[in-house]
């Protein structure tokens, strides 16, 4: 039932109870984090030009993977997110509509499986996946199409993801932490 603030000459709803089921509420989060991760990654394209595409690429719109760590809808937003903006960006490989978006989602998976292995509260390995994911598969596609040893592919996309997700990840987490935002995002 909605309820009114008073002395206000806008009314601001509140809904008290539950008027939101819970899969609708998952689902709403799961948009709002794909278009997020979208837009984030499209700013950073325009101001800093190639910075998301490259083999040494850092996505900052990535250290939208801690969200797994706090809600399970971050699974399917993020990995939504990435595949729109890899078929919506004309300077992505091919492949990367498939491999780009597998990456994303069994980082994010396993970063949501494995959130409470932490060194001190800090989850350094759930951290540490998306550079795993991200460097096997998409070093591997860019060493299928723009050639070069797998190894050193692999470790460029890594490196690119480990960076993004320690520094602007690790923020991310201590501030929805500090802030009790996780349990906003697990209700």
């Known amino acids: 039932m909605p309820t009114f603030c008073l002395g206000t000459t806008v009314p601001i709803f509140s809904f008290s109870g539950d008027t939101m089921n819970k899969k609708t509420r998952f689902m709403a989060r799961s948009a709002l984090i794909a278009a997020l991760y979208v837009a984030l990654t499209y700013l950073q394209n325009f101001l800093l030009p190639g910075t998301t595409s490259m083999a040494i690429q850092f996505r900052f ?85 723009v050639g070069g040893a797998f190894w050193l592919n692999a470790l460029y996309v890594a490196i690119g993801e480990a960076v993004v997700l320690l520094t602007a990840g690790t923020a991310l987490f201590y501030a929805i932490g500090k802030r009790n935002l996780g349990l906003w995002l697990r209700t």
């Not at 797994?68 to 078929?87: E, I, K, R």
């Open 61 to 145: 719109s990535e250290a939208l993977c801690v969200l797994a760590l706090f809600t399970p809808s971050a699974v399917p937003g993020l990995t939504l997110g990435c595949l729109l903006f890899n078929v919506s960006y004309t300077h992505t490989l091919p492949l990367d509509f498939l491999l780009g978006t597998m990456a994303t989602f069994l980082a994010v998976g396993g970063m949501c499986l494995t959130r409470r292995w932490t060194i001190f509260g800090y989850p350094l390995f759930a951290l540490l996946l998306p550079a795993i994911t991200n460097g096997i598969l998409v070093g591997w596609e860019i060493s299928m199409y």
